[in-house]
């Protein structure tokens, strides 16, 4: 929190209430499970996918970070022990290695 | 001091431990805990790939060890981990270090979580290849799978590990060949093939760490306190992928990397990145 603070210039606005709500609808239209083929979607995503995850997460919880790494045809998985949703930020230096080989791989 | 290749000239030494001996190899650079490396099913010394034990060698020391029946350590295999870990324990005594890491690939990472488990005040870190916790899913037996690999007719037992430790596709295929050269190069003090005395000890020993217990499934992994790695294919068809999800989410300090299309022996396949996490995570403070 207080690294984010650390910036002055133009900085954004907070979200508004409306963009909120229209969040909370996407991420409700997201999570339906679809009647057949429920992760088929993830085997049409071949490119190279690096996914970070908090194994504490309480809003997307650490098994969708274990399906995806199973079902992307082509992703690498980095589960952090004890971080909630905020994995990257907790891990912030060893993330950026990470992303960093990942990237440039 | 990058360019030296301590795997592949560092002599075979012995150490008694009461009755036998337990052959190994230790390199590297002193003035930290030295890493214990503990090798797969019917795996001897040969078989530790020298790009992930040179790089840890320019941190650390390397100690490779063979459990006893392997290779030229003496006696017989035990049939059950936590034996194969009082030996480990005993080795690690009498060679008078009172701090070490350990980095166990299958059965290997199974006897590194016995050895934290029964020696938690020897232990810095620990790392965790391709392995399961007592009683995982899918550990009780090996899956009709892998039983035709292992017995397949007119088969080498460099197709049987390409088969079992790496995916179908070509790349995987590619770096699993990649990893035997690497591990035929040394050509000093070479191992013995472990005899069948082991294979059938080692079954034993994994068929009972596969018990599910009655209650408090994985309790013992909330004891393993110790900054620990995990790190598996997506497609282990050895010891299921899902074991290294389940090691993160119940032992109380460990991360997890698992690599996109690979199998059991994903570390090999990704050799130089896992090498270069395997180094970041034993440096990191």
């Given at each position: 929190?207080?690294?984010?603070?650390?910036?002055?210039?133009d900085?954004?606005?907070?979200?508004?209430?409306?963009?909120?709500?229209?969040?909370?609808?996407a991420?409700?239209?997201?999570?339906?499970?679809?009647?057949t083929?429920r992760y088929?979607?993830l085997?049409?995503?071949?490119?190279?996918?690096l996914?970070?995850?908090?194994?504490?997460?309480?809003?997307?919880?650490?098994?969708?970070a274990f399906?995806?790494?199973?079902h992307?045809?082509n992703?690498q998985?980095?589960?952090?022990?004890?971080?909630?949703?905020?994995?990257?930020?907790?891990?912030?230096?060893?993330?950026?290695?990470?992303a960093?080989v990942?990237?440039?791989? | 001091?990058?360019?030296?290749?301590?795997?592949?000239?560092?002599?075979?030494?012995?150490?008694?431990?009461?009755?036998v001996?337990?052959?190994?190899?230790?390199?590297?650079?002193?003035?930290?805990?030295?890493?214990?490396?503990?090798q797969?099913?019917?795996?001897t010394?040969?078989?530790?790939?020298?790009?992930?034990?040179?790089?840890?060698?320019?941190d650390r020391p390397?100690?490779l060890?063979?459990?006893?029946?392997?290779?030229?350590?003496?006696?017989?295999?035990?049939?059950?981990?936590?034996?194969?870990?009082?030996?480990?324990?005993?080795?690690?005594?009498?060679?008078?270090?009172?701090?070490?890491d350990l980095?166990g690939?299958?059965i290997?990472?199974?006897?590194?979580?016995?050895?934290?488990l029964?020696?938690?005040?020897?232990?810095?870190?620990?790392?965790?290849a391709?392995t399961g916790?007592?009683?995982?899913?899918?550990?009780?037996?090996?899956?009709?799978?892998?039983?035709e690999?292992v017995?397949?007719?007119n088969?080498?037992?460099?197709?049987r590990?390409?088969?079992?430790?790496?995916?179908?596709?070509?790349?995987?295929?590619?770096a699993g060949k990649?990893?035997?050269?690497?591990?035929?190069a040394?050509k000093l003090?070479?191992?013995?093939?472990?005899?069948?005395?082991v294979?059938?000890a080692?079954?034993?020993?994994?068929?009972?760490w596969?018990?599910?217990?009655?209650?408090?499934?994985?309790?013992d992994?909330?004891k393993?306190?110790?900054?620990t790695?995990v790190?598996?294919?997506?497609?282990?068809i050895m010891?299921?992928?899902?074991?290294?999800?389940?090691?993160?989410?119940?032992l109380?300090?460990?991360?997890?990397?698992?690599?996109?299309?690979?199998?059991h022996?994903?570390?090999f396949?990704?050799s130089?990145?896992?090498?270069e996490?395997?180094?970041?995570?034993?440096?990191?403070?």
């Open positions: 929190m207080k690294r984010l603070e650390s910036r002055k210039n900085r954004d606005l907070p979200v508004s209430r409306d963009s909120a709500v229209g969040q909370l609808t991420i409700r239209e997201w999570g339906t499970i679809p009647a083929g088929a979607t085997k049409s995503i071949t490119h190279p996918t996914i970070v995850h908090g194994n504490k997460d309480i809003v997307v919880t650490p098994i969708n399906i995806l790494a199973e992307l045809p992703a998985l980095i589960m952090y022990p004890d971080p909630s949703h905020g994995a990257y930020s907790q891990y912030a230096e060893n993330f950026l290695e990470n960093t990942f990237l440039g791989g | 001091m990058s360019n030296v290749n301590l795997s592949e000239t560092a002599p075979t030494q012995f150490q008694g431990i009461g009755g001996s337990l052959a190994y190899r230790r390199f590297g650079k002193e003035g930290t805990p030295p890493v214990v490396c503990f797969h099913f019917t795996g010394m040969n078989n530790f790939d020298p790009v992930h034990t040179n790089r840890l060698a320019r390397v100690i060890v063979d459990y006893r029946g392997v290779g030229r350590s003496g006696g017989e295999m035990p049939d059950s981990i936590p034996t194969t870990a009082a030996d480990i324990i005993t080795f690690v005594k009498a060679l008078g270090l009172k701090e070490i980095f690939f299958s290997g990472g199974m006897v590194a979580q016995q050895v934290v029964d020696a938690p005040e020897l232990v810095r870190r620990v790392l965790l391709g916790p007592s009683g995982g899913e899918g550990m009780q037996e090996f899956t009709h799978e892998v039983m690999i017995n397949r007719p088969s080498t037992p460099q197709e590990t390409l088969d079992l430790f790496f995916s179908k596709s070509p790349t995987s295929y590619a990649a990893w035997l050269k690497r591990i035929a040394r003090d070479r191992e013995p093939e472990a005899k069948p005395q294979g059938k080692q079954l034993v020993a994994l068929a009972k596969g018990v599910i217990p009655a209650t408090d499934r994985y309790g992994l909330k393993i306190k110790q900054r790695l790190v598996n294919g997506k497609d282990d010891v299921p992928t899902i074991n290294s999800y389940i090691l993160q989410q119940h109380p300090d460990a991360r997890l990397i698992l690599y996109p299309d690979s199998g022996g994903s570390h396949q990704f130089e990145e896992f090498a996490e395997a180094a970041r995570f034993f440096a990191a403070a």
